[in-house]
């Protein structure tokens, strides 16, 4: 986990809502390609 704010960004956090489909995966793949970049050009 890169921060625990997910409940400031996704009102369905942990909720009966919180499912695949409440989530924005692209969103998510290009966070995830980021983090990545960021840790791989640490110098």
Do not use: S
Request: charged share 25%.
């Amino acid at each position: 986990m890169v921060t625990n704010t997910a409940f400031y960004r996704n009102k369905n956090y942990h909720t009966t809502n919180d499912k695949m489909e409440t989530l924005n995966l692209e969103m998510m793949g290009l966070v995830i390609d980021e983090v990545y970049y960021a840790i791989k050009n640490i110098k």
